[in-house]
């Protein structure tokens, strides 16, 4: 779309273009690939006869739903055989009281990422967009008892990992920051005091930059991880770093020796850091590279 002032007919989608963005960055858990499926909605908005368009905002949410159902399907192979652990795309929000329309935690994309792709779309738009089970009908072409079934099935593996009350923004920064600190001169004694016992590490190279292969749990193996780093004669210094908040969750992103960008968001819970996400691989975080004052 060009020009300051949107066309007459753009107007609706102007309007929920935020929305859609929503729906496709959650389906997709990539802010590059949902970009481009809004883009796609659009180039199909514009072919339409709008006047016969009764429902736009039901219309445009079925368009965008089925764009990226048929983008993850295209996508499977890449996804079963990405290297090591795949996270989301690090989404920028202002701060931890941000809605994207609710939950866009870490936690919640990563649980997505484990369902089928019917069974995210039928989540999403029943459980987070609030579609009644006949507009759910109406966009995954099922009935609606088979709708049921796969908000049900779906809702079993996607509860437990819902985001809790948001950590305050003060609290988060100050937390994120003093563990970023810690993390790169492996103080054990300070790290022992932020990490929850039970703290989970993920980490995700995309197979370009080393990390973990495999998640760490345990506060006693993700310290010792950190202080193994630490002692490296290589291991990289903070010398280029910024607090932000991505995926509404207190985080630290930094450059990398090479010039890489590295994302760490943390999830907090009860004052301690309860689970870290470590997005390394170059493809996902080139988008922050405005957010890092050189």
């Given at each position: 779309m060009t020009g300051s002032e949107p066309a007459p007919d753009d107007r609706a989608f102007v309007d929920m273009q935020p929305r859609l963005f929503a729906v496709a960055y959650r389906m997709l858990g990539s802010v590059s690939d949902a970009e481009d499926i809004v883009q796609d909605a659009y180039l199909r908005w514009r072919r339409v006869d709008v006047e016969q368009v009764h429902d736009k905002t039901g219309y445009l949410i079925r368009v965008v739903t089925r764009l990226c159902l048929d983008h993850l399907r295209a996508a499977r192979t890449v996804r079963e055989t990405y290297p090591g652990e795949w996270l989301p795309e690090p989404l920028v929000t202002e701060d931890a009281t941000e809605r994207l329309d609710r939950d866009v935690s870490v936690a919640l994309l990563m649980a997505l990422e484990r369902l089928s792709p019917l069974e995210r779309a039928a989540f999403l738009l029943h459980?987070?967009?609030?579609?009644?089970?006949?507009?759910?009908?109406?966009?995954?072409?099922?009935?609606?008892?088979?709708?049921?079934?796969?908000?049900?099935?779906?809702?079993?593996?996607?509860?437990?990992?819902?985001?809790?009350?948001?950590?305050?923004?003060?609290?988060?920064?100050?937390?994120?920051?003093?563990?970023?600190?810690?993390?790169?001169?492996?103080?054990?004694?300070?790290?022992?005091?932020?990490?929850?016992?039970?703290?989970?590490?993920?980490?995700?190279?995309?197979?370009?930059?080393?990390?973990?292969?495999?998640?760490?749990?345990?506060?006693?193996?993700?310290?010792?991880?950190?202080?193994?780093?630490?002692?490296?004669?290589?291991?990289?210094?903070?010398?280029?770093?910024?607090?932000?908040?991505?995926?509404?969750?207190?985080?630290?992103?930094?450059?990398?020796?090479?010039?890489?960008?590295?994302?760490?968001?943390?999830?907090?819970?009860?004052?301690?850091?309860?689970?870290?996400?470590?997005?390394?691989?170059?493809?996902?975080?080139?988008?922050?590279?405005?957010?890092?004052?050189?």
């Open positions: 459980d987070v967009f609030e579609h009644s089970y006949d507009e759910l009908s109406q966009t995954l072409k099922r009935n609606q008892n088979s709708c049921r079934q796969l908000v049900s099935r779906s809702r079993k593996h996607v509860e437990q990992v819902r985001l809790r009350a948001p950590v305050a923004r003060e609290q988060g920064e100050e937390l994120a920051k003093a563990f970023f600190k810690a993390a790169k001169s492996g103080d054990t004694k300070h790290l022992t005091d932020l990490l929850a016992r039970d703290v989970q590490l993920h980490s995700d190279g995309g197979g370009k930059i080393i990390a973990t292969l495999n998640p760490i749990y345990g506060r006693d193996k993700v310290i010792r991880f950190f202080a193994g780093l630490a002692r490296k004669p290589s291991a990289p210094r903070a010398n280029s770093w910024t607090f932000c908040w991505l995926n509404s969750q207190p985080a630290i992103l930094n450059r990398e020796p090479g010039g890489s960008l590295q994302a760490t968001s943390l999830k907090i819970e009860n004052g301690r850091i309860a689970a870290i996400y470590m997005v390394r691989n170059p493809d996902k975080t080139r988008h922050l590279g405005e957010l890092l004052s050189e």
